[in-house]
């Protein structure tokens, strides 16, 4: 592991110490998620939920895989432990997710990979 600066270091808090973000990683924590699904989530517009998932994958937090036309993001497995602690200590979203799930308005994800 490398020794980060003390500006490394309060950059990344920074990023993390963001509610919506911390919202975000949350989710992130429980499975790969789609940004629709991220958007339903958190009632949020697409380009507000963009801007914050370029500002964890920049930081090297989160990491994107684009499929078709959609993006799907996730954790970064390899945190330093200081950013991992954190977000480990974050509330389970499980029941949050499975809910949204069950009643899910916005299919865009599901449609493509039928349309396939």
Avoid at 8 to 20: A, F, P
Avoid at 42 to 63: E, F, N, W
Avoid at 64 to 83: I, K, V
Wanted: charged share 30%; aromatic share 6%; hydrophobic share 35%.
């Amino acid at each position: 592991m490398r020794k980060n600066t003390i500006e490394e270091m309060s950059s990344l808090l920074k990023i993390v110490g963001d509610k919506t973000r911390l919202t975000i990683l949350g989710y992130l924590k429980e499975k790969e998620l789609c940004v629709c699904d991220l958007v339903d989530l958190l009632d949020m517009s697409q380009p507000g939920i963009s801007q914050h998932l370029k500002k964890l994958r920049v930081a090297g937090i989160i990491h994107e895989r684009r499929e078709g036309t959609w993006a799907y993001f996730r954790l970064n497995t390899e945190l330093d432990s200081y950013l991992a602690q954190i977000i480990d200590a974050l509330p389970s979203q499980t029941t949050n997710l499975r809910n949204y799930e069950m009643t899910r308005q916005n299919n865009c994800c599901v449609v493509e990979e039928e349309n396939k």
